[in-house]
């Protein structure tokens, strides 16, 4: 199988973009270059053997939307997409997708209440660490529930970054 990719210079570094074709199924922070031993053995756990193929065109519609959302253009994606982790793991990121608006922030203990799993805010947390779909899917907008900026697989400043962003503050 072919994965089709293509990477974007972004206020929070170059960003990797990762299509099937029709779907996205990954955005990370880096490069392939930085990142080709992580994607290979990601895509071999869900794919079977794949290869990586730059094509910029069948991640353009991701490309878009992001450029628009450091723009100030756009709140909400649209792009399609597709989860590829434990059943536990996509149920954690639909919540995310789903609940948690632009500019605004939940705790890892909502986020495991949304799910009815009121006492599975670790596991929420390690599921959080491990979204595949950084900024779309707003890990970023998850707190501690003291109210503090805790975890974020970019890094805390990636994460302070997009926060005030939304809320139109900048840093």
């Known amino acids: 199988m072919e994965l089709l990719y293509d990477e974007m210079d972004s206020p929070v570094g170059t960003l990797l973009l990762v299509s099937d074709g029709e779907k996205m199924v990954r955005i990370e922070y880096g490069s392939m ?3 080709e031993e992580k994607m290979t053995g990601w895509a071999a756990r869900y ?14 519609g991701a490309k878009k939307e992001l450029q628009e959302y450091f723009k100030n253009e756009r709140q909400q ?21 789903d609940t948690i608006s632009f500019g605004k922030t939940k705790t890892y203990k909502d986020i495991a209440e949304t799910i009815d799993k009121p006492k599975a805010v670790r596991a929420v947390g390690g599921a959080v660490n491990k979204n595949p ?39």
């Not at 970023?140 to 990636?158: E, P, S």
């Open 133 to 171: 779909f950084s900024i779309v899917v707003p890990c970023h907008r998850v707190i501690g529930a003291n109210g503090k900026m805790v975890g974020y697989n970019g890094g805390l400043d990636k994460k302070e970054f997009l926060l005030n962003h939304e809320i139109g503050e900048s840093i």
């Open 47 to 60: 794919f079977g053997a794949a290869s990586f193929v730059k094509d910029p065109e069948k991640v353009m």
């Open 77 to 97: 994606f649209t792009i399609p997409f597709e989860f590829h982790g434990t059943d536990f793991q996509k149920q954690v990121w639909q919540a995310l997708f």
């Open 33 to 35: 270059a930085d990142l």
